[in-house]
Every structure is written in structure tokens, then in C-alpha cells.
């Protein structure tokens, strides 16, 4: 199993302020259990977002999946609605919080990049706005249009999104990656200030390719559809031109406020 390096955060790179960057590095080491880490929930996002007063909030969450981040959040917010276009993710995270005895958050079938926020709030009426929109690893910049005109002036957009330099071995960047200058420029031209932008990333060298491929890149969903879709292809290519990395987690995180 890797061994994991406390984070470190290096300071400024680019021209963003602030922006922190935190770089893990892991030397792979063969062992159970042999396969890719999953992402989870980051808590630096969970730190950004327990800052804002949340017992009062109604809080929107994008691209929810089965709701991870929606239901770790419901027991501190008001009320909360996670939005995926997903009818099968939709309905795992409606079964998990009916099996959580939730009652404060609702799940609803959605485009994020289409829809109209305000069409997301409750029917009751008790919350006339978003007080917080939240999303983690999917964003796009119609989310981010979107979300500047369902927020009032003095709230928040915290996320975590897909950065380029995620999987880059692999030598296809998901359509959802952001750079750090970019992701800036489309938040001030949506009318939100930076408060935070960091990028978290973790790194994995290998001792050779023939490690990396019978003990790391072997089994599970993402190599299957690698696998399908030709990444992992790219990869085996990057590692037999002596490649030895792997950008196992480049994500970029967001806490921007709404300015009037
Ligand atoms: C990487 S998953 C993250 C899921 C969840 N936020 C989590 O962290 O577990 C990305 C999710 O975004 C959803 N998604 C992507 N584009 C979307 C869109 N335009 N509208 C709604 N959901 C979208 C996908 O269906 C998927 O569930």
C-alpha cells in the first residue's frame, strides 16, 4: 500500500490570490488492497462550508451523485436539495436518506447546466433563495452562471471540481477540468469574489510499469472504462516512454462569494 506524506502546502504558484496548493507524494508499494483509491469527501471543502452559518440555510448541491456530500450536510443545514441528472444516482441518495430518517433534504432529477435554481427550491415557499450551492467534483461553467443568479449578494458557492492535471498520464482531460486562472476568470465574470482556491493534488511513482499494471491500474470501474474508452491505452504509452507518475487526485477547490 502507498504510505501517505502529511500534506504540504506550498504556497502561491500562479497568479491567483490567494490559491494554496497542497502536493502529496506517495512512493506505490505493492499490497493489498491493489487497485486505484476511491476520492472522498474532502474536508477542506467540509471546513469551507461549515464556516457559513448553515443551521439556517437552504443549501443546493450539483451533480450530487447518491448524495454524499447533500447527506453529510443535512444534519447541520436547514433544508438541502441535491440535483443530478442521474434518475438512477437520484433515486440511490432518496433511499439513503429515507434509510438515514432525514426529513430536511430532497433529491431531484436535474440538468445543473440547464436548469433555472430558483425551480429547485422547496414548494412550501419557507425559503425564498439559496443561502449556500455546493457541488463536488461537477462544475461547469454553466453551474457557475447559474448558481450567481439564484445567490444574493453575501453567499456562497463552495465546490470541488475535476483540475486539468487529473489523470493527465492518461492523456485525455475530462471535459469538467478546470485550471486555476481559468476557474478565477469564470467566477469574477459570473460576480463572485475568491475566497479560497487551492489545489490538492496526490501523486504516485512506481518502481517500474510492469508494477504499475499488475498491481495498480488492474481492477474496478475506472479501469474498465479506461479500458473502453482508451485511456488506459494512453497510459500504458505514457509509462513505456518512462513514465513512473501518476496524478491519482488533482482537484481544485473553490469557496467564492456572491458580490452585489
Ligand atoms: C464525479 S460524480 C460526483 C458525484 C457526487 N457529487 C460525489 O461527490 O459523490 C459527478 C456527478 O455529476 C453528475 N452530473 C454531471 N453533469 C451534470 C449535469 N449537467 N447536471 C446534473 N448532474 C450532472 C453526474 O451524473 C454524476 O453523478
Redesign the pocket.
Given at each position: 500500500m502507498p504510505q501517505p506524506q502529511a500534506l504540504v502546502p506550498l504556497g502561491a504558484r500562479g497568479m491567483i490570490s490567494p490559491c494554496s496548493y497542497y502536493i502529496e507524494r506517495r512512493r506505490f508499494r505493492p499490497g493489498p488492497p491493489p487497485t486505484l483509491p476511491q476520492p472522498q469527501?474532502s474536508p477542506r471543502l467540509l471546513r469551507l462550508i461549515h464556516a457559513e452559518p448553515l443551521a439556517t440555510a437552504a443549501v443546493l448541491d450539483?451533480?450530487?451523485?447518491?448524495g454524499?456530500?447533500a447527506l453529510a450536510l443535512a444534519p447541520h443545514a436547514a433544508w438541502v436539495c441535491g440535483?443530478?441528472?442521474?434518475e438512477a444516482?437520484v433515486l440511490a441518495a432518496r433511499r439513503q436518506a429515507a434509510a438515514a430518517g432525514l426529513t430536511n433534504c430532497e433529491f431531484r432529477i436535474?440538468?445543473?447546466?440547464a436548469i433555472d435554481y430558483d425551480a429547485l427550491l422547496p414548494a412550501a415557499g419557507a425559503f425564498p433563495r439559496w443561502d449556500l450551492i455546493v457541488?463536488?467534483?461537477?462544475m461547469?461553467d454553466a453551474m457557475i452562471e447559474r448558481a450567481a443568479q439564484a445567490l444574493a449578494a453575501g453567499h456562497c458557492l463552495c465546490f470541488v471540481a475535476f483540475h486539468g492535471d487529473q489523470w493527465s498520464e492518461t492523456g485525455r482531460r475530462s471535459r469538467f477540468a478546470y485550471d486555476e486562472e481559468q476557474l478565477a476568470q469564470v467566477l469574477a465574470a459570473a460576480g463572485f469574489r475568491v475566497e479560497f482556491l487551492g489545489v490538492e493534488q496526490e501523486i504516485v511513482s512506481f518502481e517500474s510499469a510492469e508494477i504499475a499494471f499488475s498491481h495498480y491500474f488492474t481492477a474496478g470501474d475506472l479501469v474498465q472504462r479506461w479500458q473502453e474508452d482508451g485511456r488506459l491505452e494512453g497510459l500504458r504509452s505514457y509509462f513505456a516512454a518512462g513514465g513512473r507518475t501518476f496524478t491519482a487526485k488533482s482537484h481544485v477547490i473553490v469557496k467564492a462569494r456572491r458580490v452585489a
Open positions: 469527501l450539483l451533480g450530487c451523485g447518491t454524499r456530500l440535483a443530478d441528472w442521474s444516482a436535474a440538468d445543473a447546466e457541488a463536488h467534483l461537477c461547469a
